[in-house]
């Protein structure tokens, strides 16, 4: 059974830039979650998808979007990067609900 | 909506001691408790959930957690720390969509602030 897996591990961007985020689900899951854990802070959820749809959003602007493809895989999507979307990015992987198995996650600096 | 406390920011403990870590919620149903362990620059492994029935959890590296409904609590616990198990833990809750025909799935976790655990030697 494969994990979670997020690409890239790093990632160093200017603010104003655009940034996109992988993460292929575990085998079998439909249902991806995205997350963003500030430093020293719990993660917070962003959005969800499920088959491929949008299906439950936090409190994030419309510059955080998201695709899910059909073999599960997803995307995160950041538009013009603001200083505090410095964060490690979550992806979760669920066949049904909240999300149980997460990737390592994307580490993201904005500078 | 929901939320999540845990009550200290940092525990210290001994190799071989004892260990509980605080995690109380606020959730208007039933909820559905999780916890998870992080360590340093990675992503999380979950420990343990609860979803219903026995409130005593047995999870992972040798974890447990009681779920106590008239304290909103939902308190990790390990018997003897090891060095190993230094990390930071967060306790969450989930909220879980009813099965229904139309085979939404929404569903989304909320975290605590997550309590770090040093091990002394």
């Known amino acids: 059974e494969t994990g979670v897996t997020q690409s890239p591990t790093h990632l160093i961007k200017t603010r104003g830039q655009q940034v996109t985020l992988r993460c292929s689900s575990q085998?079998?899951?439909?249902?991806v979650s995205w997350y963003q854990q500030a430093l020293g802070q719990g993660p917070q959820f962003i959005f969800q998808?499920?088959?491929?749809?949008?299906?439950g959003r936090g409190n994030f602007p419309p510059r955080f979007s998201g695709l899910q493809f059909p073999n599960y895989s997803s995307e995160l999507n950041v538009n013009a990067l603001e200083l505090d979307d410095s964060a490690l990015y979550l992806c979760?992987?669920?066949?049904?609900?909240?999300?149980?198995?997460f990737g390592s996650g994307t580490r993201l600096t904005v500078v | 909506a929901q939320s999540v406390t845990q009550p200290d920011i940092h525990i210290t403990v001994s190799e071989g001691a004892s260990l509980e870590l605080r995690c109380n919620y606020s959730?208007?149903?039933?909820?559905?408790l999780f916890w998870y362990v992080q360590s340093p620059g990675q992503g999380l492994q979950l420990l343990l959930k609860?979803?219903?029935?026995?409130?005593l959890v047995q999870g992972i590296k040798g974890f447990e957690a009681e779920f106590k409904r008239s304290q909103s609590s939902f308190n990790l616990r390990k018997p003897s720390v090891h060095w190993s198990d230094a990390a930071e833990y967060f306790c969450?809750?989930?909220?879980?969509?009813?099965?229904?025909?139309?085979?939404?799935?929404?569903?989304?976790?909320?975290f605590g602030q997550g309590t770090i655990l040093t091990v002394h030697p």
């Open positions: 609860y979803f219903s029935g026995d409130t």
């Open positions: 979760a992987s669920s066949l049904y609900g909240p999300g149980y198995t």
């Open positions: 085998s079998g899951h439909n249902t």
């Open positions: 998808y499920y088959r491929e749809e949008e299906n």
């Open positions: 969450a809750v989930g909220v879980l969509p009813p099965r229904d025909a139309g085979g939404t799935s929404y569903g989304k976790l909320t």
């Open positions: 959730y208007g149903a039933t909820p559905y």
